[in-house]
């Protein structure tokens, strides 16, 4: 049971250079989110989707698009990447049923030089 | 707007020993609380909520966490740590009024020394 799967986990950009993150759950969820963690600052929400076909902005969406490509897959996409993006980034995904538990992947490590 | 506060960046603790984890919340409603751990280069992992009942919840691993409304805190407790249980700690709370919203406090790295 693979839960929510993120590629790739490790990745260095140059200075407006663009890349897609992607992330896939196999738990038939229906949120996905993606966060952003820096040190000393937690966890920052940057854009999620509280159904396929909906998308809308967290804390911080500015420099970021995310495209919700069906039920099971979230992606995050930098345009033009800046080095105050590097940082690690997680994707997680919830059941709106009952249960009010997030489950991440293993995060993604993004440096830009 | 809602938020939480970890006060300590740090706790260090003697494996054995009982530890605490602190936490505050501020919300206007009624607080929907987690607590998730994250161990090195993992993701984060669900350990316990509060939702409505009792002030003292269990979770996994034996932690519990205690809520007071009149605190407005949720501090995360162990009766006797474990080497095992240094890592990263976070507190969370749901958004009030978007329940697809959680906003997570800037977490505590608890050390446990053998």
């Known amino acids: 049971n693979a839960g929510v799967t993120q590629t790739p986990k490790f990745q260095v950009l140059k200075t407006g250079q663009s890349m897609t993150l992607q992330c896939a759950q196999d738990?038939?969820?229906?949120?996905m989110y993606w966060y952003r963690q820096d040190p000393g600052m937690g966890l920052r929400l940057i854009y999620y989707?509280?159904?396929?076909?909906?998308?809308d902005k967290g804390e911080v969406p500015n420099g970021y698009n995310v495209s919700r490509l069906n039920k099971r897959e979230f992606s995050l996409r930098l345009e033009s990447a800046a080095p105050s993006q590097t940082s690690v980034y997680f994707c997680?995904?919830?059941?709106?049923?009952?249960?009010?538990?997030?489950?991440f992947g293993s995060g993604t490590q993004l440096s830009v030089l | 707007a809602q938020s939480v506060a970890q006060p300590e960046d740090q706790v260090n603790v003697a494996e054995g020993n009982p530890l605490t984890v602190k936490c505050t919340y501020s919300?206007?409603?009624?607080?929907?609380l987690f607590w998730y751990v994250q161990y090195p280069n993992r993701g984060l992992q669900f350990l316990l909520k509060?939702?409505?009942?009792?002030?003292l919840v269990k979770g996994s691993y034996g932690f519990e966490a205690e809520f007071n409304k009149s605190q407005t805190s949720f501090h995360l407790k162990k009766p006797s740590a474990l080497v095992s249980d240094s890592a990263l700690y976070f507190c969370?709370?749901?958004?009030?009024?978007?329940?697809?919203?959680?906003?997570f406090g800037s977490g505590t790295k608890l050390n446990v020394k053998p």
């Open positions: 919300v206007s409603g009624n607080p929907y």
């Open positions: 969370a709370v749901r958004g009030e009024y978007n329940f697809n919203k959680f906003y």
């Open positions: 997680a995904s919830r059941s709106t049923a009952t249960n009010e538990k997030l489950f």
């Open positions: 989707s509280a159904s396929e076909g909906t998308t």
């Open positions: 738990m038939n969820h229906n949120s």
């Open positions: 509060y939702i409505t009942g009792d002030n």
